[in-house]
T-cell receptor
Framework: TQLLEQSPQFLSIQEGENLTVYCNSSSVFSSLQWYRQEPGEGPVLLVTVVTGGEVKKLKRLTFQFGDARKDSSLHITAAQPGDTGLYLC??????????FGSGTKLNVKP | SQTIHQWPATLVQPVGSPLSLECTVEGTSNPNLYWYRQAAGRGLQLLFYSVGIGQISSEVPQNLSASRPQDRQFILSSKKLLLSDSGFYLCASLFGDTQYFGPGTRLTVL
């Protein structure tokens, strides 16, 4: 059972373009996290959002948690080749259990 | 800060052979520990979850088992590997609301 759906699955864009990745579920989460993963390495946490409607900014990255705490989005402004990687969302429910989305593979071409 | 060690880094095993992957954590005590499996370029599937020594929660019925013989040691095992057990295995530890991941073990079953 896939609890979290991410879209798009793949994204290839030119340097300088903007993009948005979506993470959707029919379940309510106590928190939602976004990770970035390089090939052959473990995921690294980018941000945790907890409150419905919350917006967090991390330099060129903007994260939003839906009002009902069922969905989230990650927006990148002026993408750079260094942003290339696999982006994963993960929802926490049942207290300290995390379920991951299917991932979005981003390639930013110079 | 926490450090998570996993070994081996890579492993090639024949079908039907046993498996033992080890994860150890430094820098914290009594952590929640997790085993995940990841298919290439995809999201993470939660396999096992532990809140303490000897306490294991299995998320997916399968050919694998987990044990936690010590507070900061988490072991993933199998008596007889299947082709479908191939993948990238990640151990994680929870600190606050953040999961920290180990470097992973790449398992190939032939």
């Amino acid at each position: 059972t896939q609890l979290l759906e991410q879209s798009p699955q793949f994204l290839s864009i030119q340097e300088g373009e903007n993009l948005t990745v979506y993470c959707n579920s029919s379940s309510v989460f106590s928190s939602l996290q976004w990770y970035r993963q390089e090939p052959g390495e473990g995921p690294v946490l980018l941000v945790t959002v907890v409150t419905g409607g919350e917006v967090k900014k991390l330099k060129r990255l903007t994260f939003q948690f839906g009002d009902a705490r069922k969905d989230s989005s990650l927006h990148i402004t002026a993408a750079q080749p260094g942003d290339t990687g696999l982006y994963l969302c993960a929802g926490e429910y049942n207290f300290n259990k995390f379920y991951f989305g299917s991932g979005t593979k981003l390639n930013v071409k110079p | 800060s926490q450090t998570i060690h996993q070994w081996p880094a890579t492993l090639v095993q024949p079908v039907g052979s046993p498996l033992s992957l080890e994860c150890t954590v430094e820098g914290t005590s009594n952590p929640n520990l997790y085993w995940y499996r990841q298919a290439a370029g995809r999201g993470l599937q939660l396999l096992f979850y532990s809140v303490g020594i000897g306490q294991i929660s299995s998320e997916v019925p399968q050919n694998l088992s987990a044990s936690r013989p010590q507070d900061r040691q988490f072991i993933l095992s199998s008596k007889k590997l299947l082709l479908s057990d191939s993948g990238f295995y990640l151990c994680a530890s929870l600190f606050g609301d953040t999961q920290y991941f180990g470097p992973g073990t790449r398992l190939t079953v032939l």
